[in-house]
């Protein structure tokens, strides 16, 4: 049957609106893929095509009165991200609507990070819990509580109880707390941020003392580092990702890594496609299981100036970064369902960065387990063995290997050629616009643009 002209209509202009609302990706449940109950109800157990993607921001502020965003969770949809920002429980039905897991924002008033928990009785702590679980109510959009904003040691006991007061009122939910970055400043306890004299021990005393779900940090180093001109403002960054890596690995746990979206001072770099590629692919080579981006909206700052060049400024409008946003998101939303069923084996560089503060991290050098070495080039002259630089992670799945190539320039594509240490017939690149599976090109090698990355599928040979 023709259609006639308001009928195209209508479906052109529904097309696009579908689009706009982030709902190309077909081929993963519709909602929600989030926080599922297992059997032993202790531990969250994500579902398996579930990435968490967060804006880290509060939707409608910390206190009352509240902000209503021009921008706000539709926005937030469309722009590939797979969990809402910190809401209230009134969001709690739009979340639902578009497909948003939620971390549910305290209390008003009970800002995050002003460490409530430490004046708190233990009978205190487990009923300030339990009014938090009660007041979201029973949402399959919610997926955890926000308990805690970069806790210092001195915390660690009664950040431990709230866990396990999350555990005890919702079962298979997150009880949310986000960790200092390694150049927090160090010492005794009350006399520093951390509380610790190292960044090693504080993230070892937060898993050993809080039993927390999972480790989430915050490091904003890239646009500290002028887009990798200042190379020991960088090599902090990376010291911070390896470290959190090993720890998360040593204690099975998954982490999050919160990077920049904004220009975190007026003295640093804004964001851009490349550097906002690079805080991603990072986490992604690194076995990072979460990306939360630090803020969406330019009015977070406590400062009252708010951030500069965030996805939506102050006035509630969206600004370029928000497009670069969201290309990136789109990328991290394909290509994390892959990466959350795989096992980090290994992290290299094929020209290491310099050796992180207070000598954390020696970043090793190819070959790995399964890649030899990568040849590169940055122009059409020819390949060589060493620059631009590369980051290379490793990973082995149920039923193939994995590597991710990134390119560490924020300045130049690459042209990329890796060779594996064993024979391996019909590498596949996994495509971060729809998943797709195509051959790599084993002669002319792959181009990245600056900070991008390329995830790699190995398979086995049958024995």
Known sequence: MALTRPQTIALVLGFFALVELGATHAAEPSFPPTVTRPANATQPGWHPAFFPILPWDPQHGWRSPYIERTNGLAS?????????????????PECERLGLAAIMAPPDGEAPWAGRWRNL???????????????????????????????????????AKAVAAVRKYAPGKLAYINLFPGYATIGAPDASQLGAA???????????????????YDNYMVQYSDDGQNAPNLARYYADLLEVRRVALKHDLP???????????????????????????TTLAAGGRGVSWYTYYSSSSATGRG??????????????????????????RTLGPVMSRLRSTGVYFTDP???????IVEPDRLPGRLIQNVQSKA???????????????????????YAMIVNLSLERSANVLPRTRTAVKDIRVVSPEDGRLTPLDATNGLWLVAGQGALLRLPREKS
């Not at 308990?147 to 950040?159: Q, S």
């Not at 951030?307 to 991290?332: C, E, F, K």
């Not at 059409?380 to 631009?388: A, E, H, L, N, Q």
Request: net charge negative; proline share 8%; charged share 15%.
């Open 76 to 92: 937030i949809a469309a722009c590939s991200f797979t969990m809402a920002g910190f809401v209230q429980p009134a969001d709690l």
């Open 121 to 159: 009785t233990d009978e205190q702590i487990d009923g300030a819990i339990k009014a938090q679980v009660e007041r979201a109510g029973n949402s399959p959009a919610v997926a955890g509580y926000f308990i805690m904003d970069e806790p210092g040691t001195p915390a660690f006991p009664a950040l």
């Open 198 to 216: 190292s960044f090693t021990e504080y993230l070892e005393r937060y898993v050993n003392e809080v039993n927390p779900q999972f480790i989430s």
């Open 255 to 281: 982490f999050w890594n919160i990077v920049s979206s904004n220009q975190i001072r007026e003295s640093t770099t804004i964001p851009s496609p490349a550097n906002l590629l690079f805080q991603a692919y």
């Open 307 to 332: 951030y500069a060049y965030a996805p939506i400024d102050s006035a509630g409008h969206r600004t370029a970064t928000w497009r670069y946003l969201q290309m990136v998101n789109h990328q991290i």
């Open 353 to 359: 960065p310099a050796r992180g503060a207070g000598g």
């Open 379 to 401: 122009s059409p002259r020819g390949f060589s063995d060493t620059k631009p630089p590369l980051m290379v992670g490793e990973f082995v799945g149920d039923d193939a290997d």
